[in-house]
C-alpha cells in the first residue's frame, strides 16, 4: 500500500505543481484582463463619442435632404402650376373660339343681316347728285388743306 500511498502522492504533488502553474499563469492574466477591461472602455467612449459624431451628421444629411426634396418638389409644384394654367388659357380661349363660331356668329350674322339691308335700301333711295356732293365735300376739304399747307410753307420760306 506504501507504493500506491507513493505513486498517489506522487500524483498528488504532481498535480498541485501543474496547479500552481495554472495558478502563476492565472495571476499573470489578471493584469492583462485588467488592461484589457480598460482598453474596452476606452474603446466603448471612443466608440460612443464617433456614435454622437456620426449620430449628428446623419441627422445634418436628412435635414439638407429634407431641404432639397421641399425645394425640388415646391420647383416642380410651381412648374406644372404654370403649365395646368399655360393649358387652361388655351382651353378657355378654344372654347370662347368655338362658342364664337357656333352660337355668337350666327346671331350676330342674323342682327346684321336686316341692318345692311336696311343700309343698302338708304344708299339706293339716295339721289344720285347726293352722292357726288360727298364725293365734291372730300375733295374741297382736301383741296383747302393743301392750299392752306402750301401758304403756310411758302410764308416759311419767305421769312
Not at 498528488?12 to 480598460?38: C, H, K, S, W
Not at 441627422?59 to 387652361?88: F, G, N, P, W, Y
Amino acid at each position: 500500500m506504501t507504493a500506491q500511498l507513493s505513486a498517489r502522492d506522487a500524483l498528488f504533488i504532481e498535480a498541485l505543481g501543474e496547479m500552481a502553474t495554472v495558478v502563476t499563469r492565472v495571476e499573470a492574466l489578471v493584469p492583462l484582463l485588467q488592461d484589457t477591461e480598460q482598453r474596452l472602455i476606452d474603446a466603448n467612449t471612443q466608440l460612443s463619442s464617433q456614435l454622437r459624431a456620426f449620430e449628428t451628421r446623419t441627422h445634418a444629411i436628412a435635414e439638407h435632404a429634407k431641404v432639397v426634396a421641399v425645394t425640388h418638389i415646391a420647383q416642380r409644384a410651381d412648374e406644372m402650376a404654370r403649365k395646368s394654367m399655360h393649358m387652361l388659357a388655351l382651353d378657355i380661349q378654344e372654347a370662347a373660339r368655338t362658342a364664337l363660331a357656333t352660337q355668337i356668329r350666327p346671331t350676330l350674322q342674323e342682327l346684321i343681316a336686316p341692318l345692311n339691308r336696311l343700309a343698302h335700301q338708304g344708299y339706293q333711295r339716295e339721289r344720285p347728285w347726293e352722292h357726288w356732293r360727298r364725293w365734291l365735300t372730300h375733295a374741297a376739304t382736301a383741296t383747302v388743306a393743301s392750299t392752306l399747307t402750301l401758304v403756310v410753307a411758302a410764308l416759311a420760306w419767305l421769312r
